[in-house]
């Protein structure tokens, strides 16, 4: 069984930095590519980034570019999402998702994705 499992949110002020992290169990991890995504109270999942499987490439949201990180250690079976420049707008609960084919790479869609984590909350104080 495939267990995808978050850590490392919490409280950060406006400006300030903060990563997350996912570990991945019950599959090789280089089987998937990792994406993270994020819901704000009240609205819909979104997409944040993605990673291939051997890392050489990764996307991000327009609103996260050139700000968030996201990296993999395929010997530690964990993906990361390190996060710079954070504001209120980024306030989510944060969620890893691992998918298994090549669409990941080319959409944004949650459905994209085979497994998920339960999440973890990452809050921006203004």
């Known amino acids: 069984q495939v267990q995808l499992v978050e850590s490392g949110g919490g409280l950060v002020q406006a400006g300030g930095s903060l990563s997350v992290s996912c570990a991945v169990s019950?599959?090789?991890?280089?089987?998937?590519?990792m994406g993270w995504f994020r819901q704000a109270p009240g609205k819909e999942r979104e997409f944040v980034a993605v990673i291939s499987w051997s890392g050489s490439s990764t996307y991000y949201a327009d609103s996260v570019k050139g700000r968030f990180t996201i990296s993999r250690d395929n010997a530690k079976n964990t993906v990361y999402l390190e996060m710079n420049s954070l504001g209120p707008e980024d306030t989510a609960v944060y969620y890893c998702?691992?998918?298994?084919?090549?669409?990941?790479?080319?959409?944004?869609?949650?459905?994209?994705?085979?497994?998920w984590g339960q999440g973890t909350q990452v809050t921006v104080s203004s």
């Open positions: 019950g599959r090789p991890f280089s089987d998937f590519a």
């Open positions: 998702a691992a998918g298994r084919f090549m669409s990941v790479l080319n959409g944004i869609g949650p459905r994209l994705y085979d497994y």
